[in-house]
């Protein structure tokens, strides 16, 4: 990569001299690169015949003479461009940058994308998912794309730890990646339990989905009542950012850069320490944080009540709409808290569809259904009749999840292993039976309409 800046530079100074120098009466006479740069461009596909074979297509479009090179990402030398599609073959997992570089008398321009591979082959939109050979495992079951669970530091040995490696392959942070607790006080982080986390997604090949960098609910004292002017506080809200998405580059795949933006009610946006501080546009400000620090991380936009409230939906894809005119969003996380009786299947396909025809990957981020909305505290035990309800309600989103387009797949996330673990408990303060797992780790039926819902 050096010799190629040093030799790139001389070539480029070259041909500005040249450019640049008339001496017809012997003055010289600086007259401008005699072209203007060319913006790099490419797409790619995967082979329909081999998963481990993309298709590359250089898409760069300009006046006059230039020319293309490609960077595989796997340590070769570099590739001048043929005419038509370049194929490469990439047999070993693992993340690999290729870059395409065009150049003319005025310079050149890079063009980049992280390419992923996994034991299946190429990770379609750089998101890898499924996995595992066994059918009657959740990511075994799953046809490209990831399916969750959250985690806890103290939750990833014994039998936690068994059933997380057997069905998952993308975990969340239950609480411990939220910035009061990564950033508990003024120029002092706290990543003890944040790297316990996504150590152990990384030592056994599960994805990291990092939650949530800006949230109402989990901001520390300190920032709640920061006593620096809005300048500065937008400053110590960058260098959060940037210190925490630094950290965690190329081990966390995907963010939740603001979660739960919207109010509830007005569906106006919430009224949080960091809208007064940095304005309306905080959250555009955050995600270009984000972007700037880290361009390959997936960022995402996470709330709840999208599926059962359509005012509250259409606010979150105006939002949406806002971030993706300027490029800074990947995806939209729906929670997805919901009971055994609602919201309905087509409001559920609602979110989906404005995702889709927004070109953007659906996560079902945090999903648990609740067998107890009435609130009937005298219930012990999950009834036989409202477990094969909650099992018809979870095989509905598997189905409408394995639905979803290739193209706009990502994760499949519950909000929790076994029931008795729920944060609904303590939510909604009476008992409840939401999750896949009973107390005991056991499947409930719950779990087996996941698996028909993914066939
Ligand atoms: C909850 C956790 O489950 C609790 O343990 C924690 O005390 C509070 O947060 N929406 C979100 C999640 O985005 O982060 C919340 O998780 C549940 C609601």
């Not at 969750?148 to 609480?175: A, K, P, Q």
């Not at 946006?269 to 940095?278: I, W």
């Not at 008795?420 to 303590?426: M, P, R, V």
């Amino acid at each position: 990569m050096k010799n190629f800046k040093i030799t790139k530079l001389l070539a480029i100074f070259i041909a500005i001299v040249i450019a640049s120098c008339s001496s017809d009466d012997g003055e010289v006479v600086f007259t401008g690169p005699s072209q203007t740069l060319v913006q790099a461009s490419f797409t790619y596909s995967i082979s329909s015949t081999n998963p481990n074979v993309i298709l590359l297509n250089n898409t760069t479009q300009g006046q006059g003479e230039f020319t293309s090179e490609w960077d595989f990402g796997d340590g070769e030398a570099y590739t001048m461009d043929e005419p038509g599609l370049e194929e490469v073959s990439y047999s070993q997992p693992g993340q690999y940058e290729v870059r395409l570089i065009v150049t003319n008398t005025a310079g050149f321009t890079v063009a980049s994308q992280t390419i992923r591979v996994d034991e299946n082959g190429i990770c379609p939109n750089s998101v890898c998912g499924g996995g595992g050979t066994d059918p009657s495992s959740l990511k075994g079951a799953a046809n490209g794309f990831s399916v969750g669970t959250i985690v806890r530091d103290n939750r990833l040995t014994g039998m936690h730890d068994e059933v997380i490696r057997r069905d998952f392959n993308n975990i969340t942070s239950e609480y411990q990646m939220k910035m009061n607790i990564m950033y508990p006080s003024e120029g002092t982080y706290d990543f003890g339990p944040s790297d316990a986390i996504v150590d152990y997604g990384v030592a056994n090949g599960i994805d990291v989905h990092g939650h949530a960098l800006i949230w109402h609910n989990a901001t520390p004292n300190w920032v709640e009542n920061f006593s620096g002017t809005d300048a500065e506080f937008e400053d110590m809200v960058r260098d959060y950012i940037r210190t925490v998405l630094e950290r965690y580059r190329g081990k966390v795949r995907s963010w939740d850069v603001v979660n739960e933006a919207i109010e509830d009610g007005s569906n106006e946006l919430r009224n949080s320490v960091f809208r007064q501080r940095m304005g309306d546009d905080f959250i555009e400000k955050c995600y270009q944080m984000a972007r700037d620090v880290d361009p390959d991380v997936l960022l995402f936009y996470n709330d709840y009540n999208m599926a059962s409230d359509s005012g509250k939906r259409a606010a979150m894809f105006e939002i949406a709409d806002r971030l993706k005119a300027l490029d800074l969003i990947d995806g939209i996380g729906a929670q997805l808290h919901i009971s055994y009786n609602g919201p309905a299947r087509s409001e559920i396909q609602a979110v989906v569809n404005g995702t889709v025809s927004r070109d953007l990957l659906m996560h079902f981020a945090e999903i648990d259904i609740r067998t107890n909305p009435e609130g009937n505290t005298s219930v012990t035990s999950l009834s036989s009749e409202r477990a094969l309800l909650q099992k018809d309600k979870y095989k509905e989103l598997a189905e409408i999840y394995t639905d979803i387009p290739q193209a706009n797949k990502f994760a499949f996330t519950v909000w929790g292993l076994k029931d008795n673990e729920s944060w609904l408990l303590d939510f909604w303060g009476v008992p409840d039976f939401p999750l896949l797992f009973d107390a005991n780790f056991d499947p409930k039926p719950a779990y087996e309409g996941v698996l028909e819902g993914f066939q």
